[in-house]
Structure formats: C-alpha cells, structure tokens
C-alpha cells in the first residue's frame, strides 16, 4: 500500500519513498518517478500496470488525476538499463559495506589496523609455541592473561570474522550476479537489496 502527502509517496509498510511532485508519463501509459531512499543520480523508477507494482500504479494514477499539474510527458533523458544497473550496484556494495562495518564497530580503527599481525602471529605460534609473537606478546602482558589463552581468543574471533564476512560477501556476490543476469529495467528494479546477518537480523 502507498500514501502520497506533500507530494512525497511512502511504503505503508516499509521505507520505500518517491518524489512525487513530478511524474513522468510514458507512452504505454506507465510511470516515471524519481525514487528518494536510495542513491539513483538521474536514474527514474518504472511503475508500470502490473505486478508488484500494480499498487503504487493505482495510487499515482489516483494522484495525477486529483493533480494534474505534477504530470510530465517523459523527459528527453531514460534511464538506460546499463545506468539503473550502475545505481543497483552502488546499492548493493553500500549494504555490503554496512553490514561488514557493524562486525569491526566496537574496535578503533588503529587496533582493526593490527587484526592481520595479530591472527598471523596466533596462527604461526599454534603451529610453533617456539614463533616470534611481539605483538602478541605485548598484548598478553598488558591485559595480564597468557599468550596460550590470547592465542586461543584471537584464532577464535578471526575465525569467526571470516564465517561471518564470507556469509555478506557471498551475499553480495550473489546479489551481483542476479544483476548481471537482468536484461530489463523491471528486473533490477525487481531486486531487493537485503544483507542478512549470520545468526539473523539485517545489517
């Protein structure tokens, strides 16, 4: 369902939003309309008659009809299908950032700058307790814990950093790929863009 208010169109349930103080008509009688929740640059939505999109369809042709001023025949510009795929690209690595972004949110940028010296140092002292571990070594003194226990801590959470990032990059990449295999402007825009997280939620 749609609500159009202060020429803004809104998801009733969900956080979709469209400007709608101009709606671009084209000549089979669907819908342009500039998309405002996500980045598009000039790119323009597609409403057309039927489907998933039959709703909001009918809330512009009820809008248009009470305003008729806010109807444009379609500009000169189209969106290509090769632009609105560049914008659901876009989409797609932005979620994929966030969600590998709230992995690291509680650690400072310099001490993420150290989680590749730390897992090599834990993973070579496993295979050899006799390994060089500076850093490690430093770490386990200031947190007075042993460098055993720090080893055990830091291959654990490296191991569960590379579960769980391998899980959104797939994601990602599988999202990609359904892209590449559009040939249509209804088909990317048929595409959701969600992350899951592992263990549920979404980022």
């Known amino acids: 369902m749609y609500q159009i208010m202060d020429s803004i169109m809104k998801e009733t349930e969900g956080s979709g939003r469209w400007d709608g103080s101009t ?7 669907s819908y342009l309309i500039r998309r405002l929740d996500i980045v598009c640059g000039d790119a323009l939505y597609h409403v057309p008659n039927e489907g998933k999109w039959k709703g909001m369809f009918d809330a512009l042709t009820d809008y248009v009809s ?3 001023e806010t109807l444009r025949d379609i500009p000169v510009h189209t969106p ?16 994929a950032d966030r969600a590998i972004g709230t992995l690291t949110v509680t650690y ?3 001490e993420i700058s150290t989680f590749d010296k730390q897992e ?7 295979a050899d307790p006799t390994a060089s571990t500076p850093l490690l070594s430093a770490l386990a003194e200031a947190r007075g814990i042993s460098l055993p ?7 654990a959470k490296a191991d569960a950093f590379a579960v769980a990032s391998g899980s ?3 994601q990602r990449q599988a999202l990609e790929d359904r892209l590449d295999a559009c040939t249509t402007l209804e088909e990317v825009q048929g595409i959701t863009v ?3 997280m592992p263990g549920g939620g979404e980022a």
């Open 194 to 196: 969600n992350i899951s």
């Open 149 to 155: 226990d720090l080893v055990e801590r830091v291959l």
């Open 108 to 110: 400072p940028d310099r």
């Open 23 to 29: 709606v671009f008509i084209r000549p089979d009688g």
């Open 80 to 95: 290509t299908l090769e632009e609105v795929k560049t914008a659901k690209l876009s989409e797609i690595n932005a979620a």
């Open 66 to 68: 009470e305003h008729p």
């Open 120 to 126: 090599s140092e834990a993973r070579a002292y496993a």
């Open 168 to 170: 959104i990059i797939g």
